[in-house]
């Protein structure tokens, strides 16, 4: 059977964290950013958590993470 391929776009944006969740970079950070609050820009800046609903899809797509 050959390897399976791990799809690039995703495994640049998703990366496991120690005990196997998904952890991401939130959106809408990137521009517009003169009417956002200075609250809600440095809220944008944590990660976070893939949602448990996506998590199987996440795993198929980067099977070797």
Do not use: C, E, W
């Amino acid at each position: 059977m050959p390897k399976m391929k791990t799809k690039r776009a995703a495994a640049k944006r998703f990366k496991a964290t120690g005990t196997g969740l998904l952890k991401r970079n939130k959106a809408f950070k990137s521009h517009i950013l003169t009417k956002k609050t200075t609250k809600r820009k440095r809220n944008l800046r944590q990660a976070a958590i893939v949602d448990k609903t996506n998590v199987k899809n996440m795993k198929k797509i980067l099977p070797y993470l």
